[in-house]
């Protein structure tokens, strides 16, 4: 029987609490305690249940880079860090997890952290950041909320990371029809195919973030569900 695949999750904050975003993303009604422990390792379960697929995962909470072996990183799909966002060397923690993600070739990478800092780390710093190693920047409160009359509103905080998740081709996916079940395999191509990272690891410094994240277009935009951007400045 094939594992099931996992989100890992960590932070490098203190304080912060893994369990209190699982919860968010799970729902706490749903949440139950960890399904296993083994090597600090907590595993919480989750079923994704929406209009095109269901699919079991385990959102796996780990302490450190140090609690990483090699039957956890055959299951990951998708990864999930809070940062400190109050300090300037805020970033320089999460850096640890880089050589790691090189080898995962991970599809879902968000960034997360409770509000972009102007005494701390900025928007505009964390967003280059992102764009430079193939994030997702989320923050779970952010001091500026999309504009409700948009046309298309931004989708923010954990609600952003729940869409995310869902438009992850996961290995276990169990499609609803035949036309899910082509959306997804197109979606999947497009997942693999070669990327010109020049055109994402090049000097942004004076490049508008906007505008260099219109150019990479929101995988789940192909699933016809969360038509939205993702990150706007």
């Given at each position: 029987m094939a594992p099931v695949p996992c989100v890992l999750l960590t932070s490098c904050a203190a304080g912060f609490?893994?369990?209190s975003l699982v919860a968010d993303i799970i729902g706490t009604d749903q949440m139950s305690?960890?399904?296993?422990?083994?090597?600090e390792v907590r595993q919480y379960p989750w079923r994704i249940d929406n209009k095109y697929y269901s699919a079991d995962v385990n959102i796996c909470v780990v302490p450190s880079t140090?609690?990483?072996?090699?039957?956890l990183a055959e299951t990951i799909q998708a990864f999930i860090i809070y940062f400190d966002s109050t300090v300037k060397s805020g970033l320089e923690k999460v850096s640890a997890w880089l050589p790691f993600l090189e080898d995962w070739l991970l599809d879902v990478m968000i960034l997360v952290c409770?509000?972009?800092?102007?005494?701390g780390v900025t928007r505009q710093t964390a967003q280059e950041w992102c764009i430079?190693?193939?994030f997702e920047l989320v923050e779970l409160n952010p001091e500026e909320l999309p504009d409700e009359d948009?046309?298309?509103p931004e989708s923010t905080g954990v609600t952003r990371i729940i869409q995310a998740l869902n438009a992850n081709v996961w290995t276990n996916v169990e499609m609803k029809s035949e036309q899910a079940f082509g959306i997804f395999n197109s979606l999947a191509s497009m997942n693999h195919a070669p990327e010109n990272s020049d055109d994402l690891q090049g000097d942004v410094s004076g490049c508008p973030v906007s505008l260099v994240l219109g150019v990479r277009q929101s995988k789940e935009e192909s699933l016809g569900v969360f038509v939205i951007p993702r990150l706007t400045q």
């Open positions: 609490s893994e369990e305690s960890p399904t296993e422990e083994m090597n140090g609690h990483i072996t090699a039957q409770d509000r972009a800092l102007e005494t430079k190693h193939g948009d046309d298309f």
